[in-house]
């Protein structure tokens, strides 16, 4: 797909990897639209870019559906729709701190699942309804991680992860017939607020097990990105950027 003029919707571009796959996408000649829980965030993207945007929380399903509807009548069907809306509540599963053993708390887990997996299937579902509905050709793109093959203190991500790779292979099977690409990019360890927030010496430890031994830029991963949607044989895979790093 060529993406001059394309209608792109990115989730959680309020800010961060979001932020500049929105910028990216308008420096092509796209017409990116931004979905963000902050009207801060939004409104400092649109000062600085003109690139509109509205608060939509992506783990609430009325909101999705709303949100598309709306979307779709004023603007048309997007053409693309990039899952990248994503939180971490990072925890060991078990941790034995004398005298006490403490447990993964299950509210950790609720709030990334919520966000992490029933965001992502909420908005690829309403954005497919609506490609269907209308004939048109789209193409979704999925954020996975690297933390998909399951990262020591990541339970819940790895776990909404690895069901965003799932999703992605089952919605690229079922929506080829419509002319539909879904894939994803598992981006590895970014210099991104969401990695700043891992402790100095853990992260300096990380660092070291990437080959390339360094964190990846956000525009390394808007490039992935930008691959799947122009790339029209593409569907059914997750692209992995992550400087060589296995975990
Ligand atoms: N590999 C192996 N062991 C690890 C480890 C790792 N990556 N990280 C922590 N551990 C071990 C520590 O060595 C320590 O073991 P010992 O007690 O035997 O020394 C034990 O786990 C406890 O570690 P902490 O002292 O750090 O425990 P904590 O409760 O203070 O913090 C934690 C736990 C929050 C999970 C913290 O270790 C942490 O932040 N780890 C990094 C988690 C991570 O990688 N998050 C990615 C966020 S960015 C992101 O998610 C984007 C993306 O897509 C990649």
């Known amino acids: 797909m060529d993406v001059a003029d394309k209608k792109i919707i990115i989730t959680g571009g309020g800010r961060g990897m979001g932020k500049r796959f929105a910028l990216d996408f308008k420096r092509l000649g796209a017409r990116p639209f931004v979905v963000d829980v902050e009207q801060a965030n939004l409104d400092l993207l649109k000062n600085e870019s003109g690139i509109p945007g509205m608060v939509v929380d992506v783990s609430d399903e009325n909101q999705v559906v709303d949100f598309f509807e709306n979307y779709a009548r004023e603007n048309g069907v997007p053409d693309a ?3 990248n809306a994503g939180i971490t509540a990072d925890a060991l599963f078990i941790k034995k701190k004398e005298p006490e053993i403490i447990r993964f708390p299950t509210s950790n ?3 990334v699942i919520k966000i992490n997996l029933f ?10 309804y609506h490609m269907v509905k209308n004939g048109v050709k789209g193409v979704i793109v999925n ?3 690297i933390s998909r093959a399951g990262n020591v203190g990541q339970t819940n991500y790895s776990a909404a992860k690895a069901a965003v790779d799932a ?15 879904v894939g994803a990019v598992a981006p590895g360890y970014i210099n991104t607020e969401m990695v700043a927030k891992i402790r100095p010496e853990v992260l300096d ?11 990846g830029e956000m525009g390394e991963i808007s490039y992935a990105v930008e691959f799947i949607i122009r790339n ?3 569907t059914g895979r997750v692209l992995e950027v992550d400087g060589g790093m296995r975990i």
């Open 81 to 83: 729709v990039i899952n």
């Open 109 to 111: 887990c609720e709030r």
């Open 119 to 128: 965001g992502v299937f909420f908005c690829a579902r309403e954005a497919a």
């Open 143 to 145: 954020i996975s991680s």
């Open 167 to 181: 999703m992605t292979v089952t919605w690229a099977k079922e929506l080829a017939k419509y002319g539909i690409r």
């Open 205 to 215: 430890r990380i660092i070291r097990n990437i080959p390339l031994g360094r964190l």
């Open 232 to 234: 029209d044989f593409y």
